[in-house]
């Protein structure tokens, strides 16, 4: 299958500090990105959706101001949180597909701990 | 409206007993289904996934799922089960067309006893 790559895989921040967190499609054109959360012990939460060149299209109750993603090029996408908190600290997952696949691929995750 | 319900939250069993983990459905028009494993610590690993054709669908690892529409169901199943198999078992579905965005289930915490 198509592989996907995130970077960092953690990150610990302070509070009151942005964090970028970059997702990248190695083996193909990732036209649409998508970003999603997952709390321990929990499914993952879709956050938002990106299509390459345009602006990201968030889940109901996902602040866009906190969570400004941009998918600039057909093999990055990024994440950056903003201002981020305590509460913001879980496991950030992307994933990425194109037209011709029926499914997306998946990136190994990011853990940020926000201290 | 579209979901993706996992009935079974937590499971218990012992080496080589089998698995039935449940999965059921709602969405309008035809489905795409996943079911993806996570193990303690890792990423996400697809496991099968079911486009059309063939219901009975093999994966990776001995597990199998059968897409039922009648039941709106895609239950995985493994003949029986490895201490290694303990995990989180997650279900998606999405549709056929468009973005693929994907509806996960509520996963399911498998823990296998040796």
């Known amino acids: 299958g198509a592989v996907v790559s995130q970077h960092p895989s953690w990150v610990i921040c302070k509070s009151g500090t942005s964090v970028k967190i970059e997702c990248r499609s190695l083996d193909f054109q990732a036209t649409t990105m998508f970003w999603y959360r997952q709390f321990p012990k929990q499914s993952l939460m879709l956050m938002a959706t990106?299509?390459?060149?345009?602006?990201?299209?968030?889940e109901q109750g996902v602040e866009k101001d906190k969570f400004l993603i941009n998918h600039a090029s057909l093999t990055l996408s990024t994440l950056t949180v903003t201002s981020a908190h305590p509460e913001d600290s879980s496991f950030y997952i992307c994933s990425g597909t194109e037209p011709s696949y029926n499914e997306q691929f998946f990136g190994p995750g990011t853990r940020l701990t926000v201290l | 409206a579209q979901s993706v319900s996992q009935h079974n939250h937590h499971v218990i069993l012992s080496e080589a007993a089998s698995l039935e983990l449940g999965c059921n459905y709602s969405?309008?028009?035809?489905?795409?289904l996943f079911w993806y494993v996570q193990y303690p610590g890792q990423h996400l690993q697809l496991l099968l996934k079911?486009?059309?054709?063939?219901?009975l669908v093999k994966g990776i690892k001995g597990f199998e799922a059968e897409f039922i529409k009648s039941k709106f169901s895609f239950n995985l199943r493994k003949p029986s089960v490895q201490w290694s198999d303990t995990a989180e078992y997650f279900c998606?579905?999405?549709?056929?067309?468009?973005?693929?965005?994907?509806?996960f289930g509520t996963g399911t915490r498998l823990k296998v006893l040796a």
């Open positions: 079911y486009f059309s054709g063939d219901p």
């Open positions: 969405y309008g028009g035809t489905v795409n």
């Open positions: 998606a579905g999405s549709k056929t067309s468009g973005t693929y965005k994907y509806i």
């Open positions: 990106s299509n390459e060149g345009s602006k990201a299209t968030y």
